[in-house]
Every structure is written in structure tokens, then in C-alpha cells.
């Protein structure tokens, strides 16, 4: 019903920045809260960034000051903005959508997830 298609990761050096995107199709995204979460070979899937169909933003605790989420609802897009990239921040990044309003760092309350971009943060 709703396809989320991410881009903009790639290869980056620590320090420098990436925009990623997500565009949705299939359903607006105007009346929905969208969110960012993002998964490392071993590791638990965290939540990076999230946005309510009202515009409050949430970012999760070890991107704070580093990363900002906005959303553009007339070309049904959210991005993400990265400074300041760090090798622990390698890592798949999903775009997630939310069907009913839910607690916004939950990956559990979220319906339809993106393929992923890989974001690779080497020296």
C-alpha cells in the first residue's frame, strides 16, 4: 500500500555530511508520522530520527546536535541530514511510516518500512 524508497547514503570520511532521502508513494504522507531508525551487522535496530504529520521533531540521543529530520509533504518526501558523521554511525538506514499515531521512537508502532541506504563511515 505505501512504498518508501531511501537514497543518499554512500561512502564518506568521519566528519563529513550526508542528506538522505525518503520518497513514499502510495499513500500521502501529509496526515502521518515518519520516522528514521537504522540497523548495524550485530546490533539491535535503533531509532535515529523521527517527525509527527504536525512537524515536532524527536532525534535519538547519540545524534543529537548532529543530525536533523524535516519533511516536505508536497513531494511526500522526508530527509535526513547528517553532520559530523562518525564511523560508529555506519550502518543500513531504514524510512519508516506510521499508519495511526504512535510513540515516535518505537519501531514497533511503525507499518511500512523502505529497502535501506548504507551509510559507510571510514578513514
Known amino acids: 500500500q505505501v512504498q518508501l524508497v531511501e537514497s543518499g547514503g554512500g561512502l564518506v570520511q568521519p566528519g563529513d555530511s550526508l542528506r538522505l532521502s525518503c520518497v513514499a508513494s502510495?499513500?500521502?504522507?501529509?496526515?502521518?508520522?515518519m520516522g528514521w531508525f537504522r540497523q548495524a551487522p550485530g546490533k539491535d535496530r535503533q531509532f535515529v530520527a523521527g517527525?509527527?504529520?504536525?512537524?515536532?521533531?524527536y532525534i535519538g540521543n547519540s545524534m543529537k546536535h548532529r543530525f536533523t529530520i524535516s519533511r516536505e509533504d508536497a513531494k511526500n518526501t522526508v530527509y535526513l541530514r547528517m553532520n559530523n558523521l562518525k564511523p560508529e554511525d555506519t550502518a543500513t538506514y531504514f524510512c519508516?511510516?506510521?499508519?495511526?499515531?504512535?510513540?515516535?521512537?518505537?519501531?514497533?508502532?511503525?507499518?511500512?518500512w523502505g529497502q535501506g541506504t548504507q551509510v559507510t563511515v571510514i578513514r
Open positions: 502510495g499513500q500521502s504522507i501529509g496526515s502521518h508520522n
Open positions: 519508516a511510516f506510521q499508519s495511526r499515531d504512535g510513540v515516535i521512537v518505537s519501531d514497533s508502532t511503525y507499518d511500512y
Open positions: 517527525i509527527t504529520w504536525g512537524g515536532r521533531e
